[in-house]
């Protein structure tokens, strides 16, 4: 048997040591002066646009625990976003030439005098500093709501959002004017902690209660009769039932019980040809989520097992993580247990697909700055050359400090040389949501790969047999006949479309059509996603866990298995995809986009184009929850269709790991 990882508890404790150690002596400097009065000074683009009067339900209790977050300028914004571009893209006379960390943080990051203006400020308005990164380019803190208040000279109000209550500034917070003048933005609202994995299991949204039942939860209740039972299939057409006449149909395929490692790496021809023996030996990929499951080295290895895939070594999985007594906001954000099966899913799927790399998971504290921190602390030792994160918000509704203050980081992972893959989202053009179409951010950062969803049919050879566009619509079967007209309604999809943030990056440019990438106030701007991999919950993958049964004392049931996807699957599989590349190559990618594109142009085989399916194509679902059978249409995503060449489900397409590696040879 392969030794275990190290403990969980102990790496807790050695980053707990280094936090406490780095915070002891910003509070001791703060002890020892206080931020000089001076005029105050707004600090803008902190009010989210969802505070608006329409959404206010009333001033916040004044005990309400808020966090904030203030992101310091860069000391050269412009001069490191050329160097992030310059050395990702093939050409240039520096691509490839990374800084190190130390590199960033002397080069660019803002002065430790300048962090100490800001610290100072924070403790003596009476706020608590939560973390502080290495590079100093923020500072996570924490306050009830009448001391935030009086610190920002501002009132915290209750909103309404989304179908969620939110507490946000009514107005734009303040700061004495030498404090402001080393201000990027500040964050104060609690638009962050909705920040949610992008986790979808079958039957989310099509006879369940509510939109939260797309997260993991208890197992489902034992299913009631079926009048038209649709038994699993473990490949893509093992069984067929008779439906209602759809599509020019009587019959159609079940959907996936949930593919596994082995029919992945089969499908997508991770095992032949150039790719032969490469399984990602010698790259790490980290995971970021919130908080951490108690029992991920023992429920992967007892998947591996079931799986006949290889089981995790101290070798291929680490995790540095929080202590559970450290996790906060966790009703906000989704619950411990909600984001188990988001890590479940990332590890399993990742290690699944290269089962030589090192996977490095780190755990944020909270849905909010804690994964901010998370992603710090992998930048700021560069503890990785590839990154998958598997969350997101809804749209850009966040404010405009956060998308700049965020955005720093993706610049200060492409200037070292790793790259950040981000889930493109599950809600499909976003209409549903917010009312208005929005691809949504992270994924919309110009400097991160956007990863969007496809369905993927693999026959019982393990053969890749097509790929289309993820967008699922349910229609219920009852009484012999579908209830709605079809496709039925739209329940989940890879998102996608135009920034509203953000202009065309010069990559997009010449292969992302000018029809798709208009922006609402005019001109060329950037869109999501770049590339896809699986994420339809109907041709899914499997993952075993074994669930959170109590968040405070993080007990766990027995071991079971389950069914995920969304785009939280594409993203780790596709940065699993990156490490193999990598492998083969002997090459460090980065920051992929410029170099994906131009590759492209030149071989645009280097990704599958995934187009719509002709004839149309749907599969059978039967509710384990309600025993209801419902008509799946594949490839209805909102708004967003897939077609020829680049589109706004899949981008570029899927990555073809073999095409790709003999194009970076050559």
Request: proline share 7%; net charge negative.
């Amino acid at each position: 048997m392969s030794r275990p990882p190290r403990s969980p508890r102990r790496t807790a404790a050695l980053v707990a040591v280094t936090t406490v150690t780095a915070l002891t002596a910003l509070s001791t400097v703060a002890g020892t002066a206080s931020a000089a009065p001076s005029s105050p000074r707004a600090i803008p683009g902190s009010v989210p646009s969802w505070a608006v009067s329409a959404n206010d339900v009333g001033t916040t209790a004044a005990d309400t625990s808020v966090e904030g977050e203030i992101y310091l300028p860069l000391r050269d914004q412009a001069g490191a976003q050329a160097l992030a571009t310059a050395v990702s893209t093939p050409g240039d006379a520096k691509y490839g030439q990374y800084l190190t960390p130390a590199g960033w943080i002397r080069t660019y990051a803002p002065t430790r005098a300048d962090l100490r203006t800001i610290t100072d400020f924070v403790t003596s308005q009476g706020l608590t500093i939560t973390a502080v990164p290495a590079s100093r380019q923020y500072v996570v803190f924490r306050g009830s709501a009448s001391v935030i208040n009086a610190a920002f000279s501002t009132t915290l109000h209750t909103y309404d959002y989304s179908g969620q209550q939110l507490v946000a500034p009514s107005s734009d917070p303040k700061a004495p004017a030498a404090v402001a003048a080393k201000v990027a933005g500040v964050t104060i609202d609690q638009g962050r902690h909705v920040t949610r994995p992008d986790l979808v299991a079958p039957g989310a949204g099509t006879d369940m209660a509510s939109p939260e039942a797309q997260q993991r939860s208890a197992p489902p209740a034992a299913p009631a009769p079926a009048t038209t039972p649709a038994p699993c299939s473990t490949y893509f057409g093992q069984h067929t039932v008779t439906t209602p006449k759809a599509y020019g149909q009587k019959s159609f395929p079940t959907n996936i019980c949930g593919y596994t490692p082995g029919q992945l790496r089969s499908a997508y021809n991770l095992d032949k040809g150039i790719n032969a023996g490469n399984d990602g030996s010698g790259q790490t990929v980290a995971i970021i989520d919130a908080y951490a499951s108690p029992s991920i080295v023992s429920d992967t290895n007892t998947y591996a097992l079931k799986t006949g895939s290889p089981p995790l070594t101290s070798a291929t999985y680490k995790q540095i993580v929080p202590k559970v007594s450290d996790f906060s906001d966790t009703a906000a954000c989704g619950t411990t247990g909600g984001w188990q099966g988001e890590q479940t899913l990332d590890v399993q799927s990742a290690h699944g697909v290269a089962p030589g790399a090192q996977l490095l998971y780190v755990g944020g504290f909270n849905c909010g700055g804690g994964l901010d921190i998370a992603m710090s602390t992998i930048l700021d030792q560069k503890l990785a050359t590839i990154v998958s994160n598997s969350y997101g918000y809804a749209g850009e509704a966040v404010p405009d400090s956060v998308i700049s203050g965020e955005q720093n980081q993706h610049v200060q992972a492409a200037v070292e040389g790793i790259g950040l893959y981000f889930s493109s989202g599950d809600s499909g053009d976003e209409v549903a949501k917010l009312g208005y179409k929005s691809p949504d951010f992270p994924a919309t950062s110009p400097y991160v790969t956007s990863v969007g969803g496809t369905s993927l049919e693999v026959a019982a050879n393990g053969g890749y047999t097509t790929e289309t566009g993820w967008g699922s619509a349910t229609d219920q079967i009852k009484d012999g006949a579908l209830v709605s007209p079809l496709p039925g309604t739209f329940r989940g999809g890879a998102g996608g479309g135009v920034s509203d943030k953000f202009a065309q990056p010069a990559y997009q440019r010449g292969v992302v059509p000018d029809a798709l990438a208009n922006s609402k106030g005019g001109g060329a701007a950037r869109v999501s996603p770049d590339v896809a991999s699986l994420a339809d919950p109907y041709t899914g993958f499997l993952i075993g866990l074994s669930p959170i049964t109590d968040d405070a004392t993080q007990n766990t049931g027995a071991f079971t298995t389950e069914t995920y996807g969304g785009t939280s699957l594409a993203s780790p599989l596709t940065a699993a995809q990156v490490a193999l590349v990598q492998q083969a190559t002997g090459r460090t990618v980065g920051f992929a986009n410029p170099a994906l594109y131009a590759g492209y142009k030149l071989d645009p085989t280097i990704t599958r184009d995934v187009q719509p399916l002709k004839p149309a194509g749907a599969v059978v679902y039967t509710s384990a929850s309600s025993g209801n059978t419902f008509l799946i249409s594949l490839d209805k995503d909102s708004s967003l269709t897939t077609t020829k060449g680049y589109d706004q489900t899949t981008g570029l397409g899927s990555i073809d790991v073999p095409r790709m590696i003999a194009s970076m040879k050559g």
